[in-house]
Antibody, heavy 127, light 113 residues
Framework: QVRLVESGGNVVQPGGSLRLSCTAS????????IHWVRQAPGKGLEWVAF????????FYGDSVKGRFTVSRDNSKKTVYLEMKSLRAEDTAVYYC????????????????????WGQGTLVTVSS | DIVMTQSPDSLAVSLGERATINCKSS????????????LAWYQQKPGQPPKLLFH???TRESGVPDRFSGSGSGTDFTLTISSLQAEDVAVYFC?????????FGQGTRLEIK
């Protein structure tokens, strides 16, 4: 079954840290970039971060740059989002999503559209 | 950064009638190298993750009913549902992938009148 499953969401105090995981199954994980997108309660979608298929190139949204770090372990078919200095405004459902581009080699198109989404994991930042 | 702005924020349409959602980008997302618009549309139903509807502004994903269509070029885009069905109630988002910092519109909530 082709899917992405997020985990690690929790309640954390302001200023705290948390690590989210996104585990893939059913497709060639190491050939796809992975995005993190979040959605605050009742709000729209905000792109958070992207990691290329090889893990060496990463991009971040302005609101999380310097606080969040994305990484991946292709042997475990897992992408991580390390979140530090958390703020109340980071409260959201965090989705991981697959970039559509299939990258058999080192070169790959820039981030594209997102064709497979997980169900999300909730992060609540509150004292 | 490219800012995506959708209109309206919410929309109520009668069953069987046409629904039109607009998306405007702060700069053109039409790439001159391939003449393609780097824009996608998603549908999100309550309690579910987003579902991809279109890429390249007008290329419909497999399984998406043909009452859905995408159009536009440059900075102005439209998602149209020709005959609204009850199962189309959802929030719709546009997304640009013209540069490495992708971005979404704020969403348009579609309801039944």
């Amino acid at each position: 079954q082709v899917r992405l499953v997020e985990s690690g969401g929790n309640v954390v105090q302001p200023g705290g840290s948390l690590r989210l995981s996104c585990t893939a199954s059913g497709f060639s994980f190491s050939n796809h970039g992975i995005h993190w997108v979040r959605q605050a309660p009742g709000k729209g979608l905000e792109w958070v971060a992207f990691v290329r298929h090889g893990g060496t190139e990463k991009f971040y949204g302005d609101s999380v740059k310097g606080r969040f770090t994305v990484s991946r372990d292709n042997s475990k078919k897992t992408v991580y989002l390390e979140m530090k200095s958390l703020r109340a405004e980071d409260t959201a459902v965090y989705y991981c999503a697959r970039d559509v581009a299939y990258c058999p080699g080192s070169s790959c198109p820039a981030p594209n559209w997102l064709d497979l989404w997980g169900q999300g994991t909730l992060v609540t930042v509150s004292s | 950064d490219i800012v995506m702005t959708q209109s309206p924020d919410s929309l109520a349409v009668s069953l069987g009638e046409r629904a039109t959602i607009n998306c405007k980008s702060s700069q053109s997302v039409l790439h001159s190298s391939n003449n393609k618009n780097y824009l996608a549309w998603y549908q999100q139903k309550p309690g579910q993750p987003p579902k991809l509807l279109f890429h390249w502004a007008s290329t419909r994903e497999s399984g998406v009913p043909d009452r859905f269509s995408g159009s536009g070029s440059g900075t102005d885009f439209t998602l149209t549902i020709s005959s609204l069905q009850a199962e189309d109630v959802a929030v719709y988002f546009c997304q640009q992938y013209y540069n490495s910092q992708i971005s979404f519109g704020q969403g348009t909530r579609l309801e039944i009148k």
